[in-house]
């Protein structure tokens, strides 16, 4: 009788271990699971350089499947992701930031933010994201607030957004960045200029 109790517990124990490390790793749960994660770490930007290839395990797949991300090949496409701005505090809609940066190694670029569940938030602005197209070839800054300042002419909309994180997405890019990321790529810098009564 024993015996089938500790044989029982094992079962139990192992099915529980197992399925919490499967939908943790494919960010399922915790519900405050982020999307930034991978094997490349460019000064606080991740990705995952297996996303969209061959290489991808099951649960690299079914978190790129979670995320919507198209997980187009590395050659076409990659995505870093960010969830705290540049003194390590989490991105929250409460706050304003100055997003700035400059040319990067790829033929077109976005950041795109999204809220806490992955999704874009469900506000009317319009202005979810900027891209080279809008940013220009040279040095670009933007703000990310819920409401646009006045004379900001790049603005990403936060409202709505209650934590959220971005996604840098470099489409056709360079050689280089794919073998030495950290070296090829100055990614966009996040700094917290002000935040509402009640969220430092």
């Known amino acids: 009788m024993k015996r089938a109790g500790a044989y029982l517990l094992a079962v139990v124990a192992g099915l529980a271990l197992g399925?919490?490390?499967a939908l943790w790793l494919a960010g399922l749960w915790p519900s405050a699971s982020r999307m930034a994660f991978g094997n490349v770490d460019v000064a606080g930007w991740r990705s995952d350089f297996t996303a969209g290839s061959d290489a991808?395990?099951?649960y690299t797949r079914a978190r790129i499947a979670r995320h919507g991300l198209l997980a187009l090949a590395k050659t076409e496409a990659v995505y870093f992701t960010r969830a705290t701005d540049d003194a390590g505090a989490p991105l929250r809609?409460?706050?304003r930031y100055r997003l700035?940066?400059?040319?990067?190694p790829a033929g077109w670029w976005s950041v795109t933010l999204y809220d806490g569940q992955s999704m874009l938030p469900a506000n009317t602005d319009g202005a979810l994201r900027i891209d080279a197209t809008r940013a220009g070839t040279g040095a670009w800054s933007a703000v990310i607030a819920p409401r646009q300042p006045e004379g900001e002419r790049l603005w990403i909309s936060s409202r709505g957004a209650g934590s959220f994180d971005l996604t840098l997405r470099l489409y056709m890019p360079d050689a280089a960045l794919l073998t030495e990321p950290n070296a090829a790529l100055?990614?966009?810098r996040i700094e917290r200029?002000?935040?509402e009564e009640g969220g430092a």
């Open 19 to 21: 399925l919490g490390s």
């Open 56 to 58: 991808a395990d099951p």
């Open 93 to 95: 809609e409460a706050c």
């Open 100 to 104: 700035s940066g400059g040319p990067m």
């Open 186 to 188: 100055t990614p966009p």
């Open 193 to 195: 200029l002000s935040c």
